[in-house]
């Protein structure tokens, strides 16, 4: 069965920079959504950054500008580079692959990764 495996969270000061890692454990379909989301306890899940069907990448509002999202289809990783980090994307961050780009349609998630930013 095929897994999703996050990696690079830690913990970084305000202004700080990380990039996280999700490798596939096999050949994924790449038409699919390739999504990060991140969570706080006792909110919904967020959608943070999309590589959608046609190979666009998009962004929510509150990353826009900060993070990036790439893929490297022959090491069947997909990155997220995380720059001027903020306290408040203090998160577990979660890649997924959906039949198409949003929540309610992702198939497969990571297990997540922990990112902790301080002031």
């Known amino acids: 069965q095929v897994q999703l495996q996050e990696s690079g969270g830690g913990s970084v000061q305000t202004g700080g920079s990380l990039r996280l890692s999700c490798l596939a454990s096999e050949y994924i379909y790449n038409k699919y959504c390739k999504s990060w989301f991140r969570q706080v306890p006792g909110k919904e899940r967020e959608e943070v950054a999309v590589i959608d069907s046609d190979g666009r990448a998009r962004y929510s509002d509150s990353v826009k500008g900060r993070f990036a999202i790439s893929e490297d289809n022959a090491k069947r990783t997909v990155y997220l580079q995380m720059n001027s980090l903020k306290p408040e994307g203090t998160a577990m961050y979660y890649c997924?692959?959906?039949?198409?780009?949003?929540?309610?349609?992702?198939?497969?998630w990571g297990q997540g990764t922990q990112v902790t930013v301080s002031s």
């Open positions: 997924a692959r959906g039949l198409n780009c949003g929540r309610r349609a992702v198939f497969l």
